[in-house]
């Protein structure tokens, strides 16, 4: 891949439309030489549903100070310097007996792109969320690049704004790392781009920490593993996700003060993302994934570690009886679920994966919620500053493009913190998901005599 040629592709939504004109992308490989070896993931890695890229995008102001620097220079040096500390990451996967992943460090590099697009970031607007029309674009997906096994593992783009700010656009393979893994990699980048000689947090591999005992013990029923029957053409989800809404919506003190005032109340159709001939007593799911670095204590995970490390429980119950009892209910399931997760669960999770052969998560008739609140995307300063949005570029996970949501921190306009949660749902069920979501919170703003906020949905697409 060569950097002498320019693409350009125009992007519109229905307020914003604009052209992105991008170099060539190219490998930026470690500033200086790396081991040429073989380093074994963890088997809370590689199991099936971790085998996906997963897309993340920065939005960065123009800075003064830096006016004479270009930041897509800046960047692609930082990123070779620190892959001299997070060499993996310049290598590929290869899988071997019994679906074993292992990175092979050839030192091939990362994928890099710089770009211009003729915009200025305050024409995005006031509610930098996803869903990003322009993300294609943004985070041009190479041809032939984004292969799991055999293909690069990170693939960065920085586009530059006609204001002097910047778009910093990253795909990691999630087999590599999850949200707190891949934000210390980027943190280093960071420090390194500010002129520091080293990552203030190094690197750790020690993946074997979360590995298979010797001999398997799976002490735990995992149902977020079970068999869910499908009988769907649709796909694995049983959502026909070739008509799908997509909207971002924010929950702030007063809206989350209401929805408990409102707990009563039977729940939106999150929880009931099935055809309405299915039967009440057909099961419906929540995962929720669990940070389990807090849990581990023989031995625990030594700072520095950058692999993933969290499991996924899953709170079931029969649709009617969710229906009929209300969102307290649902959320009790949910918190007993996660309460659920300790370091003997994880590593029942990890023996499963090898005595089961890596399975996939269920999906079927599943939601799927991840809080990256804490993750410190928005932290991470390139020398322009924190970002003025940092954090996943879009809702779905995997196999579950669609019924799949973060939690991210946000401040409204009004300047009230809280979190924004993307959402892609099928149009049909998305319009009734909103109208009854606005009544819950409105009942219960009423009964605290709050006055409603202005409309919740901070983006669509």
Known sequence: ????????????????????????????????????????????????????????????????????????????????????????????????????????????????????????LKQFGDALQPPFPCLDQLLYDVPGQSHVLNGPLLLIQVTRLRCGGFILGL?????????????????????????????????????????????????????????????????????????????????????MSALRSSSSAPPPPLLHLRRPDRRALEEVRVICIVNARGKLKNPPLPAGYYGNAFVFPVAVGAAGEVRERGLEYAAEKVRRAKGEVTEEYVRSVADMMVERGRPHFAVARTYLVSDVTRAGFGEVDFGWGKAVYGGPAKGGVGAIPGVASFYIPFKNKEGDDGIVVPMCLPGPAMERFVVELEAIISKGMAAHHHNPHPPFIVSAL
């Open 1 to 120: 891949m060569a950097s002498s040629s320019t693409q350009s592709a125009t992007t519109t939504s229905s307020s914003l439309v604009f052209t992105v004109r991008r170099k060539e992308a190219e490998f930026v490989v470690p500033a200086e030489a790396t081991p040429h070896e073989f380093k074994q993931l963890s088997d809370i890695d590689d199991q099936e549903g971790l085998r996906f890229q997963i897309p993340v995008i920065q939005f960065y102001r123009k800075d003064e100070s830096m006016r004479t620097l270009d930041p897509a220079r800046v960047i692609r040096d930082a990123v070779a310097r620190a892959l001299v500390f997070y060499y993996p990451f310049a290598g590929r996967l290869r899988e071997g007996p019994g679906r074993k992943l292992t990175v092979e460090c050839t030192g091939e590099g990362v994928v890099f792109i710089e770009g211009d697009a003729d915009v200025e």
């Open 171 to 255: 795909r990691l393979n999630h087999a590599m790392s999850d949200a707190q893994g891949l934000v210390q990699f980027m943190t280093a980048v960071g420090e390194l781009s500010r002129g520091a000689r080293l990552p203030s947090v190094l690197p750790v591999w020690k993946r074997s920490i979360l590995s298979a005992r010797d001999p398997l013990n799976v002490t735990h029923v995992h149902r977020e593993y079970d068999h869910v029957p499908n009988d769907s053409k649709d796909d694995l989800t049983m959502v026909p996700l070739d008509n799908m809404a997509h909207r971002s919506f924010f929950f702030g003190g007063r809206e």
